[in-house]
C-alpha cells in the first residue's frame, strides 16, 4: 500500500481474515499513542502478569512495577513483551477490555472491515484476526506518527531499574530488514514481526525510497517471509543506490 495516498499496489488474499499474532501490537502502540503522553506511568498488575503462557515473548515485569509510557513501547515494539501490552492497555483504557474496545472502534475509523481484536497482544484467539488491507490502513495510520517511528527505528533499549527491580533490562529490535545483515534494506524505515503456530509468520514493514513511503503486510506466511517482502517493495520503489552512512 502506497502509504501517501493509500493505494493497493499488489494484492494477494487482501481482505482474508487471517490470525495477526504480534503485529497486532501496532494498534496498540496507535490506540496508545493517541491516547496517552510519553511520560505516563504504566503499572503492572496481577492480570497483565498471568495474561503470559509459556514460550511467549517477555521482559520479566513483576506485580506493581512501575516504567514510563516511553519504556513500554519500546518493550512492545522491540521485545514484543505480551505483559507490557496487557499493561499499557489496562494504563489507558482503564481496564484491558476497554482497551482492546477502543482499539476495534479505531479500527473501524480507519475503515476496516475484515479486523476484530480480543486482546492487545496478539495471543491466539479465533476471534482475534485481521486482513492484509486492514492491516495496511492501521500500519499507515501508526507508523505516520514520528514517535513510533522513533521508537521501532531504535536497534537496542534498555529501561532502567525501576521502583523493583535493581537492574536494568536491555533488548534489541527484531525485524531483520533494519538490522544489519542478511535481509538488511536500507530503505525500511520500520515494521514489525509476528509469529504463533497458528497465524504462522506475520510481517509488517514500511519502506522509504525515490520520494514515496510504502507498507508491506505479509500474512500466515510458512517460508521466505523477508525474501517476499523485499520483492514486493522492489515492485513498487524505484531502486536508488543506498547511501553512505556512518555506522
Given at each position: ?232 517493495a522492489d515492485l513498487s520503489l524505484i531502486h536508488i ?7
Amino acid at each position: 500500500m502506497d502509504m501517501d495516498n493509500g493505494a493497493i499496489l499488489y494484492g494477494k488474499s487482501i481482505d482474508t481474515k487471517y490470525y495477526p499474532a504480534s503485529i497486532t501490537k501496532i494498534m496498540t502502540a496507535l490506540v496508545a499513542l493517541e491516547n496517552s503522553e510519553m511520560d505516563d506511568v504504566v503499572t503492572f498488575s496481577r492480570e497483565s502478569l498471568d495474561c503470559q503462557h509459556g514460550g511467549y515473548a517477555h521482559i520479566a515485569m513483576q506485580e506493581g512495577e512501575q516504567i514510563t509510557m516511553r519504556d513500554a513501547l519500546h518493550a512492545l515494539m522491540l521485545a514484543s513483551a505480551n505483559e507490557v501490552a496487557y499493561a499499557i492497555g489496562e494504563t489507558v483504557g482503564g481496564t484491558h477490555e476497554n482497551f482492546v474496545k477502543m482499539m476495534n472502534d479505531r479500527a473501524k475509523e480507519l475503515g476496516c472491515q475484515n479486523t476484530h481484536f480480543m486482546n492487545t497482544n496478539g495471543m491466539f484467539d479465533e476471534n482475534h484476526y485481521v486482513s492484509a488491507r486492514d492491516m495496511a490502513l492501521i500500519s499507515k495510520a501508526a507508523f505516520s506518527k514520528s514517535e513510533l517511528l522513533e521508537v521501532v527505528q531504535t536497534l537496542e533499549y534498555t529501561i532502567p531499574p525501576t521502583n523493583i527491580q535493581s537492574e536494568s533490562r536491555t533488548f534489541q529490535q527484531k525485524h531483520k530488514m533494519l538490522l544489519r545483515g542478511k535481509y538488511y534494506d536500507f530503505r525500511c524505515t520500520g515494521g514489525k514481526t509476528g509469529y504463533t503456530e497458528k497465524s504462522y509468520n506475520t510481517l509488517v514493514t514500511t519502506f522509504e525510497d525515490g520520494g514515496r513511503s510504502l507498507v508491506v503486510v505479509i500474512l500466515a506466511s510458512r517460508n521466505d517471509t523477508f525474501e517476499n517482502t523485499k520483492l514486493l517493495a522492489d515492485l513498487s520503489l524505484i531502486h536508488i543506490s543506498e547511501p553512505t552512512r556512518p555506522y
